[in-house]
């Protein structure tokens, strides 16, 4: 995506993610460095909607919140604006001095595409080096009923922790199947040979 303020692409959008287990349920925080990640335009674009904010700019630099145009510019809002584009700089910059890799990320000379040269850390903390089992358990479930018994700005709208809407739509899924676009299906058919 652009650097805040940039037209060219120039900064990675890779992901920032962040989980721990939980039994009742994990919180998993798996973001884009942008407002919304380019697979979420593109879901979006081929349902015929629109996104709930605006994600991006359009080729004449206004903010829209239809994905189509913002897929086209590749002007990505950063999540959190100046900021967001910060730590995408960061970020990208941390991978690359302990990945031993590119510090930027752009389309790809070699045509391997947004993110074809790019690289990822991952780093695990184990709490039970530091903390006991109980008191693991005490923050999580304080920390989840703390969040559902917060009072919704619009009634009768859930509260929701990072990664729960995830676990639902996974047990939907494995219930009723996965959605998939039409136009996208044939595509794996085709490629399937089917």
Sequence with gaps: ??????????????????????KNGHLVLDMAMSQ???????????????????GGFDKDGNLTDIPGPIEETMRILPTGYWKGSGLAILLDVIAALLSNGLATCGIDKAG?????????????????KINTQEFIDNVLESTVQQLKSSVPVT???NIYYP??????TRKTNMELGIPVDDGVWE???????I
Excluded at 36 to 54: I, M, W
């Design 36 to 54: 919304y990640s380019y697979g979420k335009l593109q879901v979006t674009r081929l349902k015929n909607e629109k996104l709930p904010f605006p």
């Design 1 to 22: 995506m652009p650097a805040w303020g940039a037209k060219t692409i120039g900064i990675g959008n890779n992901p920032f993610v962040m989980a721990v287990p939980r």
């Design 112 to 128: 391997k595409g947004s993110c074809g040269s790019c690289n990822q850390v991952f780093i695990a903390i184990n709490p039970l």
């Design 187 to 193: 595509k794996v058919k085709k490629l399937a040979g």
């Design 163 to 168: 990664g729960e809407q995830s676990m639902l």
């Design 155 to 157: 009634e009768n709208v």
